[in-house]
């Protein structure tokens, strides 16, 4: 499967502990995004790379979040001392980008987050 | 600002019966415009895009959209509802001058009533 991959599927952890969740985009897309949703809303765009540079970041994106994509190929998204709220599934995408690409996103699975 | 509206949070159609499902875009400048459909519990799938080419799209699983400028409009429709197309389904919108990501609407849950 070539899809966008993403570790782990479902997550369960106590508040003020630290997640980690990991993305594998496509292998030629030089582009990756991280969303958030929450139930009955659509995803919400926290962060984008472009290779390894973090080009954009969501005002979502408090300092407790950050995302790296050390090689430009797969990326980590850490949530620091999580709270309840912080509870969504966290959705990784990514996009070969350029003229012509027409800005079509590709969707992983999502990595659900359960803080209690 | 861009913004995209989904009219209709459920939708409830029966089985052969036409799909229609409604967004509206509000956009100052050519917007990319994309249905996606959510299963449960998983992420999402690209249904069909429109990239200004042909008003007319024709995507997977038998859904085509129309885009009209004049209405601001990119309603996504199906001839005959199968009861596999019970799902939620996002319409969103990009930007062709320099915005690098996808703004959702708030999603709309089709039921299939057999």
């Known amino acids: 499967d070539t899809g966008v991959s993403q570790d782990p599927r479902h997550k369960i952890t106590k508040r003020g502990q630290n997640v980690t969740f990991r993305c594998d985009p496509i292998?030629?897309?030089?582009?990756l995004y991280w969303y958030r949703q929450t139930l009955g809303q659509g995803p919400e765009f926290l962060t984008y790379?472009?290779?390894?540079?973090?080009?954009?970041k969501s005002r979502l994106l408090s300092d407790r979040f950050s995302a790296e994509r050390p090689k430009g190929s797969f990326s980590t998204l850490e949530i620091q001392r999580t709270e309840q709220g912080d509870s969504a599934m966290y959705l990784c995408a990514s996009s070969l980008g350029g003229r012509g690409s027409g800005n079509t996103i590709y969707f992983g699975e999502g990595s659900w987050l359960t803080v209690v | 600002a861009q913004s995209v509206t989904q009219l209709g949070s459920h939708v409830s159609v029966s089985e052969g019966a036409l799909v229609l499902l409604r967004c509206n875009y509000s956009s100052s400048v050519p917007p990319y415009l994309f249905w996606y459909v959510q299963y449960p519990n998983q992420g999402l799938q690209l249904l069909l895009k429109y990239t200004s080419a042909a008003t007319l799209v024709k995507g997977i699983n038998g859904f085509e959209a129309e885009f009209k400028k004049s209405e601001t409009s990119f309603h996504l429709t199906k001839p005959s509802a199968h009861m596999s197309d019970a799902a939620e389904y996002f319409c969103?919108?990009?930007?062709?001058?320099?915005?690098?990501?996808?703004?959702f609407g708030t999603g709309t849950r089709l039921t299939v009533i057999p």
């Open positions: 969103a919108v990009s930007f062709k001058t320099g915005a690098n990501n996808l703004f």
């Open positions: 292998s030629e897309h030089n582009r």
């Open positions: 790379f472009q290779n390894e540079a973090q080009l954009e």
